[in-house]
């Protein structure tokens, strides 16, 4: 990506504070431009579409349509590089990992909790290289529905 070239975020999560302090630390770095922020699934699909971001960061757990169904919606028309970044799905199910790399996410990246400071600064002070190195120009596949409807680990 040439340097006078924003990246473009697009930020999917049902907190106000975490997109908050994901669009803070994002915006801290050079490169980094958020398009527009979505508090469920189901309008970051439709803000992917219409704002076609460069990368998305997107929570699990959201009201209306989830992270990995959003995630399978949006791939199936843009191929975008999709970070989940999640945390009490995590905890809960330790599948959702899996699961949304099979949805099409590229990486997936646990959240720290708000309150922890060590690892919120940490997670800040990882979290533009690894969207930049690890998102960044790498191919990123369309979906399609057939793939989708397979149970997790099922054999084509």
Do not use: C
């Not at 999560?13 to 050079?30: C, F, G, P, Q």
């Not at 999709?82 to 009490?88: E, Q």
């Not at 060590?118 to 990882?126: G, K, P, Q, S, V």
């Amino acid at each position: 990506m040439p340097k006078d070239k924003m990246i473009r975020v697009l930020v999917v999560d049902d907190s106000a504070t975490v997109r908050k302090w994901i669009s803070r630390i994002l915006t801290k770095e050079y490169g980094f431009e958020i398009v527009d922020q979505a508090i469920n699934g189901e309008i970051g699909v439709e803000m992917a579409r219409r704002l076609n971001p460069d990368i998305i960061v997107m929570d699990v757990d959201m009201p209306v349509m989830d992270g990995l169904r959003a995630t399978e919606t949006i791939l199936r028309e843009i191929a975008v590089p999709i970070l989940v970044f999640t945390s009490t799905a995590i905890y809960r199910n330790r599948q959702v990992p899996f699961r949304a790399l099979s949805a099409g996410a590229l990486d997936v990246m646990l959240k720290p909790r708000l309150l922890d400071e060590a690892a919120t600064e940490r997670i800040a002070d990882t979290l533009p290289d690894r969207l930049i190195h690890q998102m960044i120009g790498r191919d990123v596949v369309h979906h399609h529905p057939q793939h989708l409807t397979r149970p997790l680990g099922a054999v084509p």
